[in-house]
């Protein structure tokens, strides 16, 4: 039974080869259907209105939350208003 053992040379070819794998991404927790949303009307509004048009949209309290009328990305409103990117 001693030949069912892997060598340490082996061990070490994969252990190489499971650190390869890429990290899986990040959960936000945030629902993809309400992140699809959120991403669409800052997509089809901000051009048009900006920040104003798509919090107006989405109906979000920029008196509440002036913070999200300064986003000037996309990622950046999601990352700010749902805590996803």
């Known amino acids: 039974m001693e030949g069912a053992h892997p060598s340490p040379e082996e061990l070490e070819a994969q252990k190489a080869s499971l650190h390869s794998a890429p990290p899986a991404p990040p959960k936000s927790g945030v629902d993809p259907q ?7 009307t800052f997509d089809r509004d901000f051009p048009a209105g900006g920040m104003e048009l798509v919090c107006q949209t989405l109906g979000l309290d920029t008196a509440k939350y002036p913070g999200y009328l300064e986003c000037t990305s996309r990622e950046e409103f999601t990352r700010m208003s749902l805590g996803a990117i």
């Open 34 to 40: 309400v992140l699809a949303i959120y991403q669409a």
